[in-house]
Each structure stands twice: as structure tokens, then as C-alpha cells.
């Protein structure tokens, strides 16, 4: 078990009284974001299975590369807008691609598709030509179209490996939340399975078998078998769930180990918490990093990288950083300017970039890039409150 030095932790699992109801349904005070006019359900932009998008459908702001994107270029959903934006890692941004409001997670499949939740329903990128395919509006009422850190819609998305399905966790205010199944074919979502609330995060397993939606508000991930797509709840709360929804101490993002098929959800820069999502049982190892936990990502290798916001506690907790963990436990953890969310991996597995979108306040319009042999970090700016973050 991790060393807790604080016996103050407990203490700090209510969010104040005197916030609303709607921000005690968060991780920690709201980012404040405008609501939109719209509370119409859009349609797609294609009709299934057509290559052409919609007249306004797409709007890129730089012509694309001839061969399209090069190796090791970044694609971000802009979360503050309503665009996913195109970044060379040494230059910046070199187009946007409009796709809907609010992006959050994004997938890209080996054909070059790149599909994002947004809060009108999943985009289908062409990341070669820089156009969106369509929009595949969600069959789950998640209500008016709104931006900001609770809006509802799209939030974790993910690819089955084989490429014909794609799952994505929809966020629906004051409830439990669904996973949605979108045959990538035919562009339309097949089935609904009920999930818990506020899924932050979507993982599948490395056989395509199972589909894991880390619910942030329940405290819990639910495992989904592919075939029959039938959930299972399994609990995930190191800290207990005092506090129910305005607790601080819940999980965000999942990886999937890929050495044994184990999830791993950071918590707190402290708790590393372990799950085999077969039996559903639950070990803890210690993390050194002392701060508010987000972004989780792993490499081929196994080693893990999460991303830290922050404290929530200044007199006791450490500020933003990257933690980079090795198989065996072993840590470094680089230090980073003000909050971030989410993390990618270079494929030579030497550069780390980071979003600085964040879900709450402090956010900024751009990436840190991290060289994970150095230590040096840079920043860069790129994109509208980029969230989620995929290498092509």
C-alpha cells in the first residue's frame, strides 16, 4: 500500500456547500462554458456509406498535404471550439477541420479515419484529405447541445481493433450515461448499452473481446462484453466513495496493460489502482507524483504515462506534471506549466505530448512536448482547449 501522508485527505472530499449541484456533479469547479442555443438533435452529415461529405460539412484551414498527413503528426479535438486541429510537433498547427461542438476523445483506425465525440454526435474525419465524412448523431438522449466541462454528448471513444465498430461513452446530465456501438461501414450506431456516469474514458481490450467505460461519477468502469454486449459493474475507488459526486477522489482515464489485459487508473499521484477486469478484483501500488491525476496512456512496452493537473490541496499537493512509469514501478516525473488532460507517445517512444485543454479552469490553447530522455519541455501552441490527442 502507498505511503498517505496526509491524514487531512478525507477531509478534502467534499467539494464546498455552497457550490451548486450542477458543479458538485464534476471532478472539481466548472469551466464555465457558454450553452449553446441549439437543443436540436443533428442529423449525419453522409448518408451511410457515401464518400462525399455535406455542402459546410468540412472546413480546413490550410489545404492538406499532397500523400496526406507525414508521419508523427499530431491531430487534437479543440474543446473549446468546435474543430480538430492538424499539429507538426516542431511547427504548430497547420489546419482545422470542423466537426462539431465541443470535441472530446478521438480514435484514428489504420484507414486514416479519425472519429470523434463531440456533443452532436460522432465526426468521421478523413485525415487525408481534411474532411469530415459525416456526423452519426448519438440514439441516447443526452439533451440540449451545450459546450463546457458538463455539457453532454461524446466523451471516451475508442476502436475495436479489427476496425468495424466503434464505441463511445455518451454523457447524459443528471444520469447514468451509455456506450454506443457505431458500425463504421454503414456510419450509424447499431446498439446502446447503459453504462455509469459521466464515462471519461473508453478502452477495448487488445482481442477486441471486452470495452471498458471508466465512468468518472460512479466511481466505477463497466466491462463490456463484445459479443453480447453485456456490462458488468466493477467498482473502482482506492479512496471509497464518501462524498458521492462531489468527490475529488474518482477515476478518470483507463489503460489497458499489455501484458496481461490488466486496467490501470491513476489516482491522486499516489494510488495506482489495478484492476483484472475478469474477476474484478482490485490491487493498489504506489505512485510518487502527488497530484491530481487525469490522461492515461501505455506503450507497447507496458510503461505507463498520466497526466497531472494539479493539487487540490496547495499547502499539501504538488502541481501539474507528467509521471512516466516503468513496468517494474519505478517513476520519474517531470514537472509541467500549469494544468493539462490528456497524453500521447511518439513512436519511438521518446517524446511525450500533453494537452493543455484540461476539463476545468486554468486551461491553455496549446501542447507541452516532453523528451522523455532529457527532460526538456517545451511548449506549443496549437488549437482551441485541446483535449484529446492522437499521433498519425
Do not use: K, M, Q
Given at each position: 500500500m502507498p505511503k498517505i501522508r496526509r491524514a487531512s485527505r478525507a477531509t478534502r472530499v467534499l467539494v464546498p456547500a455552497v457550490l451548486s449541484v450542477a458543479v458538485l456533479a464534476g471532478c472539481a469547479q466548472g469551466s464555465g462554458g457558454a450553452a449553446s442555443a441549439s437543443g436540436t438533435k443533428p442529423s449525419a452529415g453522409v448518408s451511410p456509406g457515401s464518400a462525399s461529405p455535406t455542402a459546410g460539412s468540412s472546413a480546413t484551414v490550410t489545404p492538406a498535404p499532397a500523400g496526406g498527413p507525414a508521419p508523427g503528426t499530431l491531430l487534437?479535438?479543440?474543446?473549446?471550439?468546435?474543430?480538430?486541429?492538424?499539429?507538426d510537433p516542431e511547427r504548430g498547427a497547420t489546419g482545422s477541420v470542423k466537426v462539431g461542438t465541443a470535441p472530446y476523445g478521438l480514435a484514428v483506425g489504420e484507414d486514416g479515419r479519425?472519429?470523434?465525440?463531440?456533443?452532436?454526435?460522432?465526426?468521421?474525419v478523413d485525415t487525408a484529405t481534411r474532411q469530415r465524412l459525416a456526423l452519426i448523431p448519438y440514439e441516447t438522449d443526452a439533451g440540449p447541445v451545450t459546450t463546457g466541462e458538463y455539457r453532454g454528448g461524446g466523451m471516451g471513444i475508442a476502436l475495436a481493433p479489427d476496425g468495424r465498430r466503434?464505441?463511445?461513452?455518451?454523457?447524459?446530465?443528471?444520469?447514468?450515461?451509455?456506450?454506443?456501438?457505431?458500425d463504421t461501414a454503414a456510419l450509424r450506431v447499431t446498439d446502446t448499452v447503459p453504462v455509469g456516469r459521466r464515462p471519461f474514458d473508453v478502452d477495448v481490450s487488445r482481442d477486441g473481446a471486452e470495452v471498458y467505460a471508466t465512468n468518472h461519477d460512479s466511481f466505477?468502469?463497466?466491462?463490456?462484453?463484445?459479443?453480447t454486449l453485456e456490462p458488468r459493474r466493477v467498482e473502482v475507488a482506492p479512496y471509497g466513495t464518501e462524498g458521492g459526486l462531489g468527490s475529488w477522489l474518482k477515476p478518470h482515464y483507463t489503460a489497458v496493460r499489455p501484458s496481461d489485459g490488466k486496467l490501470l487508473l491513476p489516482f491522486e499521484g499516489e494510488r495506482l489502482a489495478v484492476?483484472?477486469?475478469?474477476?474484478?478484483?482490485?490491487?493498489?501500488e504506489p505512485m510518487t507524483a502527488d497530484t491530481h491525476q487525469h490522461g492515461a496512456t501505455v506503450t507497447a512496452d507496458g510503461t505507463l504515462l498520466t497526466v497531472g493537473t494539479g493539487p487540490i490541496d496547495p499547502d499539501v499537493d504538488r502541481g501539474p506534471s507528467l509521471t512516466v512509469r516503468s513496468p517494474g514501478g519505478a517513476e520519474r516525473v517531470y514537472p509541467l506549466e500549469g494544468p493539462h488532460e490528456s497524453v500521447a507517445v511518439s513512436e519511438d517512444g521518446r517524446t511525450a505530448y500533453v494537452t493543455g485543454g484540461f476539463t476545468r479552469d486554468g486551461y491553455w490553447d496549446g501542447l507541452s512536448v516532453v523528451d522523455l530522455d532529457s527532460g526538456e519541455t517545451r511548449r506549443l501552441a496549437a488549437g482551441s482547449r485541446p483535449l484529446g490527442i492522437v499521433v498519425l
Open positions: 487534437v479535438s479543440d474543446f473549446g471550439s468546435d474543430t480538430v486541429t492538424f499539429v479519425a472519429w470523434v465525440a463531440t456533443a452532436e454526435g460522432v465526426a468521421v466503434a464505441y463511445v461513452g455518451v454523457h447524459v446530465p443528471d444520469g447514468n450515461g451509455a456506450l454506443e456501438v457505431i466505477d468502469v463497466t466491462v463490456v462484453t463484445a459479443g484492476v483484472d477486469p475478469r474477476t474484478g478484483r482490485t490491487t493498489i
